[in-house]
């Protein structure tokens, strides 16, 4: 969970490389690599058994259909939640877009994750994911006390909404698809998983390049354009994000944990991008004392949550 929690706040810093190139161009060789790293996984760790039940090939052959299809759209919906993110990203800024999305996602995601699957305390859990939405709330005031800080915009706040619900909804999904008869194992529902979400880029992404939500048109002969170093970022940075979901996965596949608890501190990774921004990024270089003063607060907040959704699986 840790892992993925790590990986998920790290992969965007993939897309600061070259701050030029449209995310749009970006997504592309992200889902390559999403998908690539899902191949990988399911071929080696996924595979060191081949006679188990859940071993990546047999598993894939004899799963019911019911949990295929759960998979492969929880990767379609997925898709859709991160592509409105990474749009809201670029109309508003991460200060409006980050914290919208990721504390209605952690909401609707860890109360879905738990009805299905009730593992855990559900006081630590959920006053750990209250922790966790103000520490949020607290980032996006440290962000926009800035100078020259994010100013909300109706489409950019429409936009971090749908983002959020979309990114809710994806996990309960893959949660179902690891439970009940010829159900997927971890490494295969991530491979399934992929599927749906880069199958669903196709018309998603390309439908943003013709329709883009800020600055003008991009054609399919653009994405050629540029050193293949770019590509190679976009790449890594689909890779890094699948380590941390195949993580998450196989975490939430243990019968202790659950996929609320997993799920819930996996999206402490709005802590892990906040801390690569005001250390790597110096981001806060120019901030003030009041700003220096909520991100003190904010962190605090945030380890405190993430304590109570560790310490859930454990203390009934």
């Known amino acids: 969970m840790l892992l993925s929690m790590l990986c998920w706040g790290s992969w965007a810093n993939t897309q600061k490389i070259d701050k030029r190139r449209r995310f749009e161009l970006f997504y592309w060789d992200y889902i390559w690599g999403l998908l690539a790293c899902a191949l990988l996984f399911g071929l080696t760790l996924g595979n060191t058994n081949p006679a188990s039940p859940d071993s990546f090939l047999r598993n894939l052959a004899t799963a019911s259909f019911r949990s295929l299809l759960e998979a492969f759209f929880g990767g379609v919906i997925f898709n859709l939640g991160n ?3 990474v749009a809201a990203i670029s109309v ?3 200060a409006v877009a ?11 995601g860890a109360i879905i994750n738990y009805i299905i699957s009730p593992k855990g305390n559900p006081i ?3 006053g750990g994911i209250a922790l966790i939405c103000i520490a949020i709330v607290l980032d996006a005031m440290a962000y926009r006390g800035l100078p020259g800080g994010a100013k909300a915009s109706t489409k950019g706040v429409g936009l971090s909404l749908a983002c959020g619900v979309a990114v809710g909804l994806f996990y309960p999904f893959v949660a179902k698809a690891l439970t009940g008869p ?3 194992g971890p490494y295969t529902v991530y491979f399934v998983f992929a599927l749906g979400a880069a199958i669903s880029n196709f018309p998603m992404n390309y439908g943003l390049m013709r329709r883009p939500v800020n600055g003008e048109p991009l054609r399919v002969k653009d994405y050629f354009k540029g050193h293949a170093s770019l590509h190679a970022w976009g790449i890594l940075g689909g890779a890094i994000w699948g380590i941390g979901t195949i993580a998450n996965f196989v975490a939430s596949y243990v019968p202790m944990i659950g996929p609320a608890t ?3 501190l996996g999206e402490g990774n709005t802590m892990i991008s906040a801390i690569w921004g005001i250390f790597v990024w110096k ?3 120019s901030a003030g004392n009041r700003v220096k003063g909520l991100l003190a ?3 605090l907040f945030f380890v405190l949550g993430l304590s109570c959704i560790a310490l859930a699986p454990v203390i009934h």
């Not at 980050?98 to 609707?108: C, D, E, Q, R, T």
């Open 92 to 94: 508003a800024g991460m």
């Open 182 to 184: 010829n159900h997927l």
């Open 98 to 108: 980050f914290p919208i999305g990721a504390g209605l996602a952690l909401v609707i």
């Open 83 to 85: 592509l409105l993110l």
């Open 262 to 264: 997993s799920f819930s």
């Open 124 to 126: 630590l859990l959920f």
């Open 283 to 285: 981001e806060f270089h």
């Open 297 to 299: 607060i904010m962190f």
